[in-house]
């Protein structure tokens, strides 16, 4: 038997008080060093000064959220915004949360490696997190009144103005001029006229893509017409070893979100996304019932459309010639061996295409507002040049990058775009946002598999649409 | 040992794992509970009233909008969580009994054990996966097999329709789960007298009977323990939902931690989501408080 020592009375009181004066002890070391560490920020001297006009020509396509404008034109481009930025003199770490990460990622170094190059006083230090875990955590954080990054980085522009609206971002309209943009892509990161996030470069969701070498070995081509395009699907069908003519892309829902909107677009016209979005057209108006019922329902049922397949496994069976076209973004020319090989067609008579970017905003509580701004202000202006060169199937929303800047195969999806007269307009789903997204995912994952259901789909959509309630 | 003596050594090395389990448990529990009350208005039942009575597919708990006029599935959350209870528990129970026995005396049937055992040693994560995977219409080993049988209607990949979702998430998590079960039961019958069942089959009783009346009784606490286990398991299934479907298609594989979820993350509203989590955590007392005066009780009071 072992004899267990036991502490006397006193001992007991003794190693009791022992544990909180530790505590205590522990507690203001922490509080000191956290307060030590403040100071120092502060006083960290900024004199230097940095200015920046820049003058630009560019040729783009324009859109606009509140309405649409069908011209090319030419813009000419004078920066009015002077904005007076404090670069550091002693060593400044940032922290910066994006999403990319793999191949992204490493693009996305680029545009960092040029910022420090330039500004050999700011280190920057790289978190990759996707835009729902910085929605589900950062608004804890903010509420606590601290911030896990200098400047945060997300699609979802409705998600900033959210966080705005609680005063957690930091107004940055200093920075950004709006006219410098491609027009309405900073109006979804405005509030009350302040702009909160910075735009960074864009993707677009223009159509169909396909193998030029697939089209060349069956004699395909690219429909003019709508009879034209059920025409191909007829032949694609009748190719042996199809397995579908169209794959069907799934992640959590959005491939087929990025479909519907297309056929909503091509025949309602660039206007009716956006009337969606703001509810002034409901999901169960008889003109969207129309364009489901009449063109996209029959294609699901006659098994036009594959099962929906995870969308990285679906564009290697696309590749392989089991299916012969995808509906994707614009990031699929980064994904594939040979981006040479890729081409795309949008629907016939589409006269607007889905385009979205990345954001970056300041969080309020960052203790170097100074270093944020200037690399906020890099990421919406040049480094959109760096990051455009580099394959990532993206092109700038900055009309200061010139077109001969951007990657090749990027050019030609730009290039094809602004020929057609095609708007770009806001994705309809990340600008509802909210948890009706994940349901317009959901409700869409219904439809692929029971396409009857259209009208219970259509009136899931339009009860749950925030605007629409009360309407 | 003096009894003023024993309770204060035990109060000296329960300090830790109390000041733990104060800071981590109970403050966040009891914050929980506090925001769940709390509403736009201030303070009251509204987040409640609200998440038992909401309609949409993603976040109703009992009865989703359309239901009347279309043919579930989806039915709410909750009840989608009483029927993984009701397939899974009884398939879990009985796998595991019946493995365990038959695998009691054969040669290896360690390596079988631990090859079973592997779908709880695996991040739940990875399940999900793997499970959307094994019901694949390409990929999977379920619908090649249903397809080969000729058995085309589903040949298809399981998680895409309403219909096969909840019940191919519901047979993963068989799969999953079912190395829990065989575990216990075998360290249940490890410390069962063979004498007993040698006795019965003296006594002229066919395998069958033996099975069901001599080892089945004899087994009950270890029965409890996989049972309670399993639903409170069910009751907060997350994981392998969120990878696989993330509730749909169509809501039709929602469940209550998912809702809770969608709230809190989706729709940023907190109070609503302490809401879900304290129902949820209210349902799983249910089989906590029944396995306490069951199993747990009785034990102590024959020390």
Known sequence: MVKIVVASNASFWGIVIGVFIIGIIIGAAATYYTASKQTVTKTIPSTSVITQTVTKTTTITTAATTGVAH???????????????????????????????????????????????????????????????????????????????????????????????????????????????????????????????????????????????????????????????????????????????????????????????????????PSLQLKLINCEVKF??????????????????????????????????????????YFMGTWITGMVPNPNDLDFFPLPGAKGVVGGADYAFIPKFTKHPEAAKLFVKFLATEGQAYYVAEPAGKIPTWKGVKISQIWKPMQTVYKKITERHMVILPDLDDSVGGSWQTLFWDQLKLLWAEPDKVDQILNTLTQQHPACKGK | MPRRRRTRLVLIFLLPELALILSFVLVPIIGTFIISFKTSHGYGVGN????????????????????????????????????????????????????????????????????????????????????????????????????????????????????????????????????????????????????????????????????????????KHATIIVVVMTMLWDLKIFDIVFVSTRGGPGGATNVMALVMYNYFARALDYGKSAATAVILALISLIPGIWFIRRVVRPSAEKR
């Not at chain 1, 011209?71 to 007076?84: D, F, H």
């Not at chain 2, 365990?100 to 709880?120: Q, T």
């Not at chain 2, 004498?195 to 009977?209: K, L």
């Open chain 1, 71 to 269: 011209a090319t034109k030419t813009v000419t481009i004078t920066t009015t915004t002077s904005p007076t930025l404090t670069a550091p003199k002693e060593k400044v770490k940032l922290v910066v949360i994006g999403p990319w990460s793999g191949k992204e990622e490493k693009y996305f170094r680029a545009v960092i490696g040029n910022f420090t190059k330039k500004y050999p006083n700011i280190q920057i230090e790289y978190i990759v997190r996707r835009a729902e875990d910085i929605a589900k955590t950062m608004p804890l954080q903010f509420a606590a009144g601290k911030t896990p990054a200098d400047v945060v980085i997300t699609p979802w522009a409705w998600w900033i103005v959210k966080m705005a609206k609680k005063g957690y971002v930091l107004d940055i309209s200093n920075l950004i001029n709006p006219n410098e943009y491609i027009s309405g892509i900073v109006d979804k990161v405005t509030y009350n006229g302040k702009i909160y996030g910075a735009p960074f470069a864009m993707w677009l969701k223009p159509g169909f893509w396909y193998r030029k070498s697939f089209f060349q070995k069956y004699g395909l081509k690219e429909p003019r017409t709508w009879s034209e395009f059920l025409e191909l699907l007829n032949k694609i069908k009748k190719i042996p070893g199809i397995k579908a003519p169209i794959v069907t892309g799934d992640g959590v829902g959005w491939p087929e979100s990025d479909i519907v909107e297309h056929f909503l677009i091509t025949f309602g016209g």
């Open chain 1, 284 to 325: 169960n108006d008889p003109q969207v019932k129309e364009i489901f019922k009449k063109y996209l329902v029959p294609l699901i049922k006659e098994h036009y459309f594959s099962e929906p397949i995870e969308w990285t496994q679906a564009i290697q069976l696309w590749w392989n010639g089991k299916y012969a076209l």
């Open chain 2, 48 to 219: 409640y009233y609200s998440v038992i009575t909401e309609r949409s597919p993603d976040r109703a708990l009992v009865i989703p909008e359309n239901i009347i006029k279309a043919q579930p599935p989806p039915w709410g959350a909750l009840v989608h969580n009483i029927i993984w209870v009701a397939i899974h528990v009884p398939v879990v129970v009985f796998l595991g009994l019946t493995l365990a026995y038959l695998l009691r005396d054969v040669v290896g049937s360690s390596i079988v054990k631990s090859i079973m055992f592997l779908g709880m040693v695996i991040p739940m994560v990875v399940g999900g996966l793997l499970i959307r995977f094994m019901f694949d219409s390409d990929l999977g080993v379920i619908p090649v097999f249903l397809r080969e049988l000729g058995i085309k209607s589903l040949a298809h990949t399981w998680t895409n329709y309403p219909q096969t979702a909840l019940i191919a998430l519901i047979l993963g998590s068989v799969w999953l789960w079912t190395g829990f079960s065989l575990t216990v039961y075998a360290a249940a019958l490890e410390s069962l007298p063979k004498s007993y069942i040698e006795a019965a089959r003296v006594d002229g009783a066919s395998d069958f009977q033996i099975f069901f009346k001599v080892v089945f009784p004899l087994v």
